[in-house]
């Protein structure tokens, strides 16, 4: 009985040690985490496209009209910065991936918006670049960060104000997550660039590739989630988002990308039921669709939302 009570004890000392483990390396982020002011996604891929990334970040910046903050849902102070290429036009409203941070990963976006003529506001997303907090969820709450935005730039810009609501990577599930909520009527469509179909199978593909057993990690990778994280894995997924979205819904996703297949952005447009486009760039890593196709990425977004 004694050895019996003792094998248990290990064996949830173990668990919950392990899940907290797994807490810390997939989902906490400290703020020390800062990237430098022209540093690089890191991966080779990015390489071959530094200086046009550089130059990039060098044209916005300085040139943003105003940086606003929100509180969140839950209290956290998040950062946004407008960029207005054009009076009273569509604004895009634009969230990077996993880690990253507006300014870097969404700088081609906010250049993309003037050839478009757009205007772009881009947001640091929770515990990333200067908004607060330490805690990554894979779109559970940053979808929730998403309308408060939304309705910011209603506040903010009137009641007329046209938003599309643009994602790369954790940032397009974010959105299409959004979508499948009861949004504003300014809101009049949605951009996701490489988003994964749910926060489950694009974990289960990272544990796969670190040569460990995805059915048997993934519950310890949850329970950290839930326990550490205070927040469900599970909520909500985008297959399930778009289901019920009635947004006209773009997708573009690299056919080269090794980080969020580009079955997942298939998965996810066959699940829309609105209006729908997928463009697929042969030769395009992760998020790289725009700077290896330009011409090619803003034909389609005029032809889709004209």
Request: net charge positive; with cysteine.
């Amino acid at each position: 009985m004694l050895i019996a009570g003792i094998i248990l004890l290990s064996l949830i000392i173990f668990i919950l040690l392990t899940s907290y483990i797994c807490f810390r390396k997939t989902f906490y982020t400290s703020r020390k985490e800062i990237h430098g002011e022209f540093d690089l996604p890191e991966g080779e891929i990015y390489k071959p496209y530094k200086d046009i990334m550089v130059n990039w970040m060098k044209e916005i910046k300085g040139t943003e009209k105003a940086t606003y903050t929100l509180t969140s849902f839950d209290g956290l102070k998040l950062v946004g910065r407008y960029y207005e290429n054009f009076k009273n036009a569509e604004i895009e409203l634009m969230f990077h991936g996993y880690r990253g941070d507006a300014k870097r990963d969404l700088c081609g976006g906010v250049q993309r918006c003037k050839v478009l003529g757009r205007n772009a506001f881009i947001v640091d997303q929770r515990a990333c670049g200067d908004s607060d907090g330490n805690i990554i969820t894979f779109g559970i709450n940053e979808k929730k960060d998403c309308i408060s935005w939304i309705n910011f730039l209603i506040n903010e810009f009137g009641d007329d104000v046209k938003i599309i609501i643009t994602g790369i990577s954790m940032g397009a599930t974010t959105v299409l997550l959004a979508a499948g909520e009861k949004l504003p009527k300014n809101v009049i469509g949605v951009l996701a660039d490489c988003g994964f179909s749910s926060a489950k199978e694009i974990i289960k593909k990272t544990i796969k590739e670190m040569n460990l057993p995805p059915n048997l990690a993934y519950p310890l990778v949850y329970l950290g989630a839930k326990i550490y994280g205070n927040f469900n894995l599970n909520e909500s997924n985008a297959v399930e988002a778009v289901k019920k979205a009635y947004l006209p819904i773009i997708y573009f996703h690299g056919e080269s990308d090794n980080f969020v297949p580009c079955e997942m952005s298939k998965i996810n447009y066959n699940a829309t039921i609105s209006k729908k486009k997928l463009i697929t760039i042969k030769k395009a890593g992760h998020g790289l669709c725009y700077l290896v196709e330009p011409d090619t990425y803003v034909k389609e977004l005029s032809n889709f939302f004209n």
